[in-house]
């Protein structure tokens, strides 16, 4: 059996000191290199899209068609008043489209002149995490 005896002060005492360091510092940039890339995946998109269609249920001829210049509103139907609301007007093809940061349920509410009367319709819509909810409104 051989036994090695390293000495403080011999060459192969330094050299060994010089490896373990070199040893402990690659392993801290490895490590630290495998904290950041595990890690980076938690940065996701939570932003939540609507969108909505008005429709006129009364159509032309029997045929329902989409709404242009519709005013819509979602919102928080809660006491208090939720904070968090949006309003927009549809455009040619009867869409408007909205974002928000997070999650909710919203009531929403469609008023639109056609033909000089007034017609308005209602609806419910939940929002996911990074998701998109379509939703479509039909006016009388």
């Known amino acids: ?15 060994m000191k010089k490896l373990v360091t ?4 690659l392993f801290a940039v490895i490590l630290f290199i495998g904290i950041a890339v595990t890690q980076s995946s938690c940065a996701k998109d939570t932003d939540c ?5 008005v429709v006129d249920t009364t159509g032309h001829n029997g045929v329902q068609t989409a709404v242009a210049g519709a005013n819509v509103k979602l919102y928080a139907n809660i006491t208090p008043p939720g904070q968090v609301q949006a309003m927009g007007t549809t455009d040619n093809s009867g869409h408007v489209h909205f974002t928000f940061k997070l999650p909710a349920i919203f009531d ?10 007034t017609m308005n319709g209602t609806g419910l819509i939940q929002l996911n995490v990074g998701g998109n909810a379509t939703q479509t409104v039909l006016i009388k």
């Open 1 to 15: 059996m051989f036994i090695f005896v390293c000495r403080k002060g011999t060459r192969f005492y330094f050299w």
């Open 22 to 25: 070199i040893s402990c510092f």
């Open 49 to 53: 899209t609507v969108d909505i269609y």
């Open 108 to 117: 929403i509410v469609a008023t639109a002149t056609v033909s000089g009367t």
